[in-house]
């Protein structure tokens, strides 16, 4: 019996060593390919169907749907007029070969419906090289504008994978020049430039570093008066509220919040000293992180909250420095030359955003969180204050322009470029704009 | 043998262990050495250890040996041809189908592209030999111009060798092979494949968005059908799903569709995993 269980296992064993090598089922020729040449995924996007909705809120969630899109730098939206066939209905399978002539790689059809006072669309995208449905959502709102930016995420999530970033906001510093006097004054905008709306207008406070809260209903930033430097809370969801924090004496600025939404992590200047602290919004408890008699500042708490990136000339340069959030194991990440500053953790959690400089000359960068693959996307002569979409895919920073001759001062403008540093863009604003922070909030508050 | 195993080990005696010993080491040895010898033979068939990966360096020197080689032979090749009559070259020709060297399969070509300068060249060549029977006293003059027409024929081999090159029709002969893919071949391939596909730009962790497909393509070089190997993670990764999905997207691309294989190659490459990695673009 063991002599026959023994012949079978050899047997088995045997027949297995022969199928492995001498089946030619096995044999597959296998290619790598490790170079491409980067183009936009090319959207056709058909004539809406419309329910009960105005040809002109039609027009609006078109027009806004394709800026937002073609901002991205991922999508390219092909013309209407390469267009063979512009109407489509949700539930018809487009004839794809007259989508390919045109050069599509991918359609997307939409139909808008309006009851009461919300509008209701429904967006069908399809690919068409491939010939198949990738998507049907439903999405909903009050706006056009806010619709619009919905459906435009929609699409780009489902094409690129990606979390999508158009509905969210971006606070900043607008600065407004008249007779000789300039006034700082906090300003809030959609992330495409629209809906732009002053948040202060005090013009005896110099506002400075405006942070908002990762879940978007708060916002801090640095008051600066004649008399002394504060950090001032902003409710959002009711009516922009002001509350200024009790955070001691002292120089204090550059307040961030945690991840949680639970407390504020900024700097602050004792006889020239200067550190990070925290502090807790609901136990109102203060804790200091640093001590050292270097510079510590520009704290930012990583997404999971475990630790923080800051700026500290310990080593006698200003250089990038990362430690627990207790103030435990610090460790320098930046050995770059230059000097660095604002360093910014993305949502990601896998890079870490700064501004060099470097030669008389400003940059902002990306590296990773150890330090490495350092890369510089824009540069210029006063590239500053990086700050993360939500996505973690693209920075907004300001680009302040040397002062030309006979004016008062060089124009200081919103950008924004994304990791790759392929798509450099302009966000217009009115006003001189300093010091951007973008929402992380995915869903934008309709008022 | 039976008894021998089966007998308690007290009971085996010290011959009969070491004789058996001796009898398995040498089974052993046989085997292994059978073994050694037939597996070589069962594996260079089959395509999938041999094609390797060949850099664009390494590429450029085996082309530039492949140039010199070629044209020194595509030379003597047709000095032989001035040198014998020119029936003899037809007939030699005709008996000689199978062309063994690089440097007779370019000659060959070269010859079969331009038959009617071919043609004239030979009742040229009858015309000057007759000449040359008559007018023994110009030997000079025949030297002379035997002398300037090779640099012209030389010239014209040059370029259609370049273009044999450029074309890629004419493999190495120390890379021609019926199974495998020559490096040349796998060159132009990639070349082709690379301009139609758009990689997953500033997507996080490049690293973990390699994406395998499996070919089946016809002989024409169409492909049939393309299947993502890890199908699992296209259901759970939308990352991974987009890059995918621009992979599958660059093999519809019309710019690449045949694709560029030699397809007298088919048993070669008609089930093919095709890798696109973008690891090393645009830093992960």
């Not at chain 1, 060089?410 to 951007?436: C, I, K, W």
């Amino acid at each position: 019996m063991r002599g026959l269980v023994s012949r079978l296992l050899f047997l088995c064993a045997s027949l297995l060593w022969l199928g492995g090598v001498l089946s030619p089922a096995a044999a597959q020729l296998r290619i790598d390919i490790h170079d491409g040449v980067f183009r936009p995924i090319r959207l056709a996007v058909t004539d809406i169907v419309r329910e009960r909705a105005g040809h002109t809120t039609a027009n609006l969630v078109r027009s806004v749907l394709e800026s937002d899109l073609t901002r991205s730098g991922l999508v390219e939206i092909v013309e209407r007029d390469a267009l063979i066939q512009t109407t489509l209905s949700l539930n018809e399978t487009p004839p794809f070969a007259v989508f390919r002539i045109a050069g599509a790689d991918a359609l997307a059809s939409l139909s808008l419906h309006k009851k009461g006072r919300v509008l209701t669309a429904t967006l069908q995208i399809w690919d068409v090289a491939l010939e198949r449905p990738l998507a049907r959502e439903t999405l909903s709102a009050r706006s056009p504008r806010v619709l619009a930016h919905k459906v435009a995420d929609a699409i780009y999530s489902r094409l690129t994978g990606e979390e999508g970033y158009f509905n969210s906001r971006i606070l900043y510093v607008s600065e407004r020049v008249r007779k000789k006097r300039r006034w700082k004054r906090l300003e809030m905008m959609d992330a495409d430039g629209a809906n732009k709306r002053a948040l202060t207008r005090s013009r005896r406070v110099l506002v400075l570093n405006p942070r908002f809260s990762p879940d978007g209903s708060k916002a801090v930033y640095t008051a600066l008066t004649r008399e002394q430097s504060s950090i001032r809370l902003i409710d959002l969801t009711r009516k922009n509220r002001e509350q200024i924090l009790p955070l001691g004496k002292g120089l204090v600025y550059a307040a961030r919040f945690s991840p949680d939404n639970r407390s504020i992590v900024y700097a602050q200047s004792l006889s020239g000293n200067s550190e990070i602290f925290t502090y807790n919004l609901q136990t109102r408890r203060k804790r200091r992180l640093t001590v050292h008699p270097s510079i510590d500042t520009s704290p930012s708490l990583s997404p999971d909250g475990g630790y923080v990136v800051f700026v500290s000339d310990r080593s006698g340069t200003p250089q990038i420095y990362v430690m627990t959030r207790r103030g435990t194991h610090v460790q320098r990440v930046s050995f770059d030359k230059g000097s660095f500053s604002t360093p910014v953790w993305s949502p990601r959690g896998d890079r870490i955003a700064f501004t060099r400089q470097l030669y008389g000359r400003f940059g902002v960068g990306v590296m990773r969180t150890d330090g490495s693959n350092l890369r510089i996307l824009a540069e210029g002569f006063r590239v500053e204050g990086p700050s993360w979409s939500p996505n973690g895919r693209v920075l907004v920073f300001f680009n302040k322009q040397p002062t030309p001759k006979g004016a008062q001062m060089g124009r200081s403008r919103l950008m924004t470029v994304d990791v790759t540093g392929r798509f450099l863009q302009e966000l217009s604003t009115p006003h001189n704009a300093y010091d951007p922070s973008w929402s992380h909030a995915q869903e934008q508050q309709e008022e | 043998m039976k008894d021998f195993l089966l007998r308690p080990f007290d009971e085996r005696s010290m011959n009969e262990t070491l004789a058996f010993s001796a009898f398995a080491h040498a089974v052993v040895f046989f085997a292994s050495t059978l073994v050694a010898w037939l597996l070589p033979r069962y594996i260079e068939p089959f395509p999938s250890t041999r094609v390797e990966v060949v850099s664009e360096a390494e590429l450029q020197q085996h082309l530039e040996v492949y140039r010199t080689t070629a044209k020194a032979a595509a030379r003597q090749t047709t000095q032989a041809k001035q040198q014998e009559p020119p029936k003899e070259e037809q007939s030699a020709e005709q008996n000689k189908p199978v062309q063994n060297t690089v440097s007779e399969r370019v000659a060959v070509e070269s010859s079969k592209t331009t038959p009617k300068t071919q043609e004239k060249t030979q009742t040229a060549t009858q015309e000057q030999s007759d000449a040359k029977e008559e007018e023994k006293n110009d030997s000079i003059d025949s030297l002379l111009t035997s002398l300037e027409k090779p640099s012209d024929e030389e010239a014209t081999l040059d370029e259609s060798l370049d273009e044999a090159l450029a074309e890629t029709e004419v493999a190495p002969s120390f890379l021609t092979s019926e199974s495998i893919l020559t490096a040349v071949e796998l060159a132009t391939f990639r070349r082709h494949i690379t301009r139609c596909w758009s990689p997953p730009v500033g997507a996080p962790a490049l690293e973990n968005l390699v994406v395998d497909l499996l070919l089946t393509i016809d002989e024409q070089a169409y492909v049939i059908d393309a299947l993502v190997m890890d199908r699992a993670r296209m259901a759970s990764d939308p990352f991974f799903r987009s890059a995918a999905e621009a992979a599958l997207r660059t093999l519809s691309d019309k710019a690449c569709s045949p694709l560029r294989l030699p397809l007298e190659k088919h048993a070669l490459w008609k089930k093919t995993v095709l890798r696109f990695d973008p690891r090393s673009l645009f830093g992960s």
